[in-house]
């Protein structure tokens, strides 16, 4: 099938996505989870035909900085990645809460005014958007793109606190048991489908129509 304008046949659209358990994952060879049910609406909806690659963010984000067509149908919208000319298309309605959490045992109380004053703290996160967001207030953070291993290290006293997406971290096991509990809003960021320059006009289109009768959290609610 071509992708070339004008000529080219709807071939199925690349879709790049980075594991976050429990919403949209890969298991035996089958993809899972809330997000993905949600995607399969989209795809309904739209027309075309989503075709999923797994990988880490930081591929994600070379393969929509490309010339060739690809889409996420989920990615935090940053001036970083504006610069890397990553094109947003639509904005999700629900915006994402960067959060700490901490282990519901810490006894200690971190805010955002004395997280940076608090001794050999460690904090580890799965996102570049929070590396950013913790550096404004002078606070360090490691960068691991799994989220399930990075709340192992947290039960495991590896790390003190991690800052993750309320969408993800909310809905895991470890938060419905209350093994971990949200300490303080780092910040609110916006997310979107973002897609390569080389995504031709046409599924662009398709995929800006859809969305107008179709919420990306419709399942999770």
Same mark, same amino acid.
């Given at each position: ?54 990988? /880490? +963010?930081? %591929? ?6 490309? @010339? ?7 990615? $935090? ?71 399930? /291993? +990075?709340? %192992? ?6 790390? @003190? ?7 993800? $971290? ?52």
């Amino acid at each position: 099938m071509l992708w070339s304008s004008g000529l080219y046949a709807l071939a199925p659209l690349p879709i790049y996505i980075f594991e976050i358990r429990p919403l949209i994952y890969q298991e035996d060879g089958t993809i899972k989870g809330a997000w993905y049910q949600s995607f399969e609406r989209l795809e309904k909806i739209s027309g075309l035909n989503f075709s999923y690659q797994f990988m /880490s +963010i930081s %591929r994600l984000e070379l393969f929509l900085m490309k @010339d060739r067509p690809g889409c996420a149908l989920t990615l $935090i919208k940053s001036p970083e990645r504006e610069k890397m000319k990553i094109h947003f298309i639509t904005e999700h309605s629900d915006k994402t809460l960067l959060t700490l959490y901490q282990r519901a045992d810490d006894k200690r109380q971190f805010s955002l005014k004395t997280l940076k004053t608090v001794e050999g703290i460690k904090i580890a996160t799965n996102t570049p958007s929070a590396i950013n967001a913790l550096k404004e207030i002078g606070v360090k953070a490691e960068l691991l793109f799994n989220i399930n /291993s +990075i709340v %192992r290290m947290l039960a495991l006293r590896r790390v @003190d606190g991690i800052v993750a997406s309320n969408l993800a $971290i909310e809905r895991m096991q470890e938060f419905k048991d209350g093994k971990i509990h949200k300490s303080f809003l780092v910040k609110t960021v916006t997310h979107g489908i973002a897609c390569s320059p080389g995504t031709p006009p046409e599924y662009i289109s398709r995929l800006q129509k859809a969305t107008k009768s179709w919420s990306l959290n419709e399942k999770l609610h």
